[in-house]
């Protein structure tokens, strides 16, 4: 009672002021702003206003305020803290206020000098205003209801509030906590909620320009309605959220695929690397890659090329029973080989994805043109072994970087394979050679003895036929020397093809190795290469024949000659020495291991072990760490008082330099080791080579009195080989395969003659008889 006494005095004294000096405005004019900060236009003016209390005074920790209006437009009433005169005042009493205008935070308030209540009567209905409406000056001090969506919820410490989803921000629902009272509760809003609130509408802006931060004065949380209840996730978001889910599944599935795609392909590769690894052949390898390439990556064709290192070609390989296909390194035709040419030039691998725009013309191939073409350098241990193709017949293709990479693999791996099935020849090249020595030891058992009982034969026939020339039994008797001569002459014949000993007789190692030096310091010097003669002074003898030792222990130096070609120190060591009765030679090269070809020492070992084992002995290759390479051969020593003056060595090897050099070059190992075992009993020095390419080089290097050169030997073909070594060469010697009168009509002339093959002893004599004065008068005048 006390307090609504209190209340009706002062609005009894508020009543009784006098008027005289007040403005009268009406309520839409008070909104009038100044345009240069938005500040209320009438600030600091006297005014006198009516209108009807539309809500109850609420109550801030800083001012009291009661929001009056009509239908022009409404204006809020502002007392200090602790005055109680606005809360005598409800909602529909018709009102006339007299005091000054200011501002408050942007919205024109009147600080209340004087209230006269002039009637009663409804209370205002609230208006129905769109959200964005009220972001402005028109609604102010007005009561209006207005619907939106909570973005959020929270308090401060004037009170609660509720954020609404405006068209350009957030429009705020402020719920004040009056003095003493507990704070207001909107926990139960969500965000997504739509809602439906009633309030006055205000505007709170704490600085200038005053055309912002418009609100919503509610006096009770319930006259916060909730319409329907919001998304816990907002649609938009939930929406995105699935795609997101939705995509990521699909990421994720599309990668396991392709990932359990590209495992299926490795181990269909890996399978097929296993399978190349133990093929027996290049043309096996190809049938290999044909049936399973195009399934692994999606092509049409494939193509293997492999590099002929002696014709300088790229041979394709053709499926059994196909016509071999060659394209030269030098001059490739159009077409994919040339593709493969320059991918072997290059040493990378080309991808060509359109052939029509590709810089290499394409012939038409059986089956149609490629559309596109990957070209693999194959390689192994850093060696260029050969180009596998891949082709696209239907259509145009880019290569992946992963297709790219498994085809590198694949060809890295035909690569090894070849190299293997290079390895695995010579291996059984060097076990053939192991059996032909073996043949020969046998050959030369059975010759030892068949030499003396033919020998008995032919003296006793020829004693027997002296007595008995005019005789009746003399016819036989001469048959019977013929016969036995012509066995004798069968068993020589044999000798000389199984590398054996013809006749055996002291041959001083020393000497021999001194007078082979001596032949070829001239060019060592020239190439640089540093002899250390570390052979003993004594004499050292074996038993057995000299030109084949001669030629054993000259294809060892030639090839420590040509392994020290690339060498940063070029130094070539000739040691002798008598360990328990064995003669042991050691030649030594400081040849580094990339500058030699495994093929090529198997070829000098095969042929050097099959005239030492003739001999009792053995030859060893010896490749330690940290030491240079060496041949070691050992051979039974012959003691010097066991050599007979007459086989002393001294007068045949005073004559060695007018001895014969010769040059073989044929690719057949047995015609080859047949020749060189003819030329060696003729006392020849016999350099063998499996190719014209190596022959040409060793001409220019080495001098040699005959060449006999066989019809098929690979690499340069033997019409040029002639030409070009015609300067070099007091003779040519072309090796056909059978006599014939118009190959050798057209190639005989001076210097240039033709042998069938196999060479027949006396073929070569009647050639040698030939070209022997010609042969010293090179020797001559080269001396």
């Known amino acids: 009672m006390t307090r609504l006494r209190s209340a009706l005095l002062a609005v009894a ?33 006297k005014v006198q206003v009516e209108g009807v209390v539309s809500v109850p005074a609420m109550h801030f920790s800083s001012r009291n305020t009661l929001a009056i209006q009509n239908g022009a437009g409404g204006i809020f009433l502002e007392t200090p803290p602790g005055d109680l005169g606005l809360e005598a005042l409800h909602p529909g009493d018709r009102v006339q206020v007299q005091g000054t205008l200011r501002s408050s935070y942007g919205t024109p308030v009147i600080v209340p000098e004087g209230i ?46 509720i954020d609404l989803a405006g068209s350009s921000n957030v429009f705020r629902l402020f719920v004040p906590e009056a003095v003493g009272e507990p704070m207001p509760d909107v926990s139960r809003f969500n965000t997504g909620d739509k809602v439906m609130a009633t309030g006055v509408a205000h505007q709170f802006c704490t600085g200038p320009p005053y055309n912002k931060s418009f609100e919503l004065l509610v006096d009770d949380p319930a006259s916060i309605v909730r319409l329907d209840q919001g998304w816990f996730i907002p649609p938009l978001t939930l ?49 290999l890659l044909a049936e399973t390439l195009p399934a692994i990556l999606g092509i049409t064709g494939v193509h293997l090329y492999v590099h002929n290192r002696a014709a300088k070609t790229l041979d394709e390989v053709t499926a059994e029973g196909g016509e071999p296909v060659s394209t030269s390194l030098a001059e490739p035709a159009g077409g994919a080989p040339a593709g493969a040419v320059a991918c072997f030039h290059y040493r990378t691998l080309l991808a060509i994805p ?20 990957l070209l693999i350098p194959m390689q192994a241990q850093g060696e260029l072994v050969g180009v596998l193709e891949l082709d696209q017949d239907n259509r145009t293709r880019d290569f992946t ?42 050959i030369s058992g059975v010759v030892n003895e068949l030499q003396a009982p033919l020998a008995s034969i032919s003296e006793l026939a020829m004693r027997a036929q002296e007595r008995e020339h005019a005789g009746p039994a003399g016819r036989e008797i001469s048959a019977i020397a013929a016969e036995a001569q012509k066995a004798s002459g069968m068993v020589s014949r044999l000798v000389s093809f199984a590398a054996e000993q013809v006749e055996a007789r002291p041959v001083c190692i020393n000497t021999l190795l001194h007078n082979l030096i001596e032949f070829r310091e001239g060019d060592w010097k020239a190439s640089g290469i540093r002899v250390r003669n570390l052979t003993s002074r004594e004499p050292l003898y074996v038993l ?65 072990r099959t005239v030492v084992a003739g001999h009792g002995g053995e030859v060893r290759l010896i490749e330690k760490a940290n030491a240079d390479p060496r ?24 004559d060695y330099g007018r001895r014969m050099t010769a040059l073989v070059i044929d690719g057949d190992d047995a015609a080859q080791r047949q020749l060189v075992a ?90 040698l008889e030939a070209i022997e004065p010609r042969g010293s008068a090179v020797r001559t005048g080269a001396a």
Request: hydrophobic share 45%; with cysteine.
């Open 13 to 45: 004294v508020l009543v009784w002021l006098p008027a005289a000096a007040q403005t009268s405005l009406p309520l839409d004019a008070l909104n009038a702003r100044i345009p240069a900060d938005f500040s209320p236009l009438h600030a600091g003016e």
């Open 631 to 654: 041949f070691e051969v050992e051979l039974p020593a012959l003691a010097r008082e066991r050599v007979s003056p007459v086989f002393a060595p001294e007068a045949p090897l005073a």
């Open 544 to 608: 057995g024949s000299q030109g084949q030792l001669e030629q054993a222990f000259l294809n060892m130096l030639v090839h420590a000659e040509q392994s020290l070609e690339g060498a940063p120190q070029k130094v070539l060591t000739i040691r002798t020495s008598v360990l328990a009765k064995r003669l042991v030679v050691e030649v030594g090269f400081s040849a580094p291991p990339e500058s030699r070809q495994a093929g090529e020492t198997a070829a000098v070992l095969g042929l050097t």
């Open 354 to 373: 359109d052939i029509g725009r590709s810089p290499f013309p394409i012939a038409p191939r059986e089956g149609g043109e490629p559309k596109s073409l």
């Open 401 to 442: 970087a992963d297709e790219q990479a498994l085809g590198q693999h694949l060809g890295n791996q035909i690569a090894v394979a070849i190299r293997l099935l290079d390895q695995r020849s010579v291996q059984e090249q060097l076990f053939r050679t192991e059996k032909l020595a073996a043949a020969g030891r046998l």
């Open 239 to 287: 929406a995105i959220a699935t795609t997101l889910v939705l995509l990521a599944s699909f990421f994720l599935w599309s990668r396991e695929h392709r990932m359990n795609g590209q495992r299926e392909r490795l181990r269909r590769t890996f399978h097929l690397a296993e399978e190349i690894l133990g093929a027996c052949s290049a043309e096996a390898i190809l049938k």
């Open 678 to 767: 003819l030329l060696a009993s003729r006392t020849f020095r016999v350099v063998p080579v499996d190719n014209a390419d190596t022959a040409l080089e060793l001409s220019q290097r080495m001098r040699f009195d005959i060449a006999f050169c066989s019809l098929h030997a690979p690499g340069l073909n033997w019409v040029e080989l002639s030409e070009r070594m015609q300067a070099h060469v007091s003779a040519f010697i072309l090796l056909s395969d059978g006599y014939d009168a118009e190959l050798a009509a057209d190639f005989e002339g001076e210097g240039r003659f033709v042998l069938a093959r196999p060479v027949q002893e006396a073929d070569l004599k009647r050639v």
């Open 116 to 161: 006269v209540i002039l009637d009663r009567q409804a209370a205002p209905a609230p208006a129905r205003v769109p959200l964005k409406d009220l972001q402005g000056f028109r609604y102010l001090g007005k009561l209006v209801r207005t619907e939106g969506r909570v973005v959020e919820t929270g308090e401060n410490t004037g009170g609660a509030f």
